[in-house]
């Protein structure tokens, strides 16, 4: 996505919110798990596919979900299709892809964190997503945030056996990590459910009526950026950064450019993988050891960085 793409982010406004109580933080569900896939679709009434039209009768924004989850059965990498969910509920993680991207190309990441104990939610944004066959339409990325939002209380509503909406984080890559930095820390669309954020390579581009960080609850997030992204200056991320409340983690990618280091590389994905997982755990599942591990599992690999500021 071009940075004269992203200057039409400037036109439109979304508000996306929420509220509920939080249970006790001390979440235990524990792995390793089968990993069960499948997909579900839900329709939100009151947007219209397309902001662009308001014309009566006009298409409504319909979000196909593909979920990865615990499942009964031997722990295995490998994914099944429908499988008998484990017993939960367990927290969940809402990813957006980026532009002209699903899902499913960060599958190897999602099976990992499902095989711990997480649901993942890879959202497939109708107007930005792989495939289509007029393109992706970039200025859409304004109306993702609500999205993210939307699948969050579907699932809350609809599979609370499996899914627990007090322990929620969002995720994203490229435009899809914009979703979830405005999901997280804007003004215009901060979701007061989300417990963190994990950014893989994100800037901050402006929403109408919004402001990032100011006005918001300090929140956990862990940012990914590499120092040679052609897209995203690996600065725009570190300056986020810097702007973010504590606790607060920033791992430079060595080398990694754009895409690669959060899908099969290179670098090796398991970084983001595992490092992401560390992250989950501290403050989805409070495991007072996990920031311990984080560190450790960064360290191991050799074209990587941290910068922690915890508190």
Not at 53 to 68: E, K, S
Not at 212 to 228: C, E, I, N, R, S
Request: proline letters at 8%; hydrophobic letters at 40%.
């Amino acid at each position: 996505m071009t940075h004269r793409l992203l200057g039409l982010l400037l036109a439109v406004l979304i508000v996306g919110s929420a509220c509920g109580d939080k249970k006790d933080a001390s979440q235990q569900t524990t792995g390793p798990y089968a990993v069960g896939v499948r997909t579900v679709t839900f329709v939100d009434d009151s947007r219209a596919l397309d902001a662009r039209n308001t014309q009566p009768g006009a298409p409504r924004r319909r979000l196909v979900t593909n979920l990865w989850y615990p499942a009964e059965g031997v722990a295995s990498d490998t994914e099944v299709a429908d499988a008998k969910p484990a017993k939960g509920p367990f927290p969940l993680i809402v990813f957006s892809h980026g532009r002209s991207g699903e899902p499913q190309q960060y599958a190897a990441s999602f099976r990992i964190w499902a095989r711990a104990g997480y649901v993942v939610a890879g959202v497939r944004h109708p107007l930005t997503v792989r495939g289509l066959p007029f393109g992706a339409v970039t200025e859409d990325i304004v109306n993702e945030p609500a999205d993210q939002t939307f699948v969050i209380t579907k699932l809350g509503a609809e599979d609370s056996s499996l899914v627990d909406v007090d322990h929620v984080a969002v995720a994203g890559h490229s435009s899809g990590a914009i979703d979830a930095l405005a999901s997280g820390f804007n003004t215009c669309c901060h979701d007061k459910r989300v417990d963190a954020v994990v950014l893989e390579s994100a800037i901050g581009p402006p929403f109408k009526g919004g402001t990032y960080f100011k006005g918001v609850p300090a929140t956990p997030v862990l940012f990914f950026h590499g120092d040679a992204d052609p897209e995203f200056p690996h600065a725009a991320g570190h300056d986020l950064f810097e702007q973010a409340k504590p606790p607060k983690f920033f791992v430079t990618i060595k080398g990694g450019g754009h895409t690669s280091p959060y899908r099969d590389g290179p670098p090796d994905f398991h970084l983001v993988a595992q490092a992401s997982l560390d992250f989950f755990d501290r403050y989805l599942k409070d495991r007072k050891d996990a920031l311990d591990r984080l560190r450790r599992d960064v360290a191991g690999f050799p074209f990587a960085t941290l910068e922690a500021v915890p508190r």
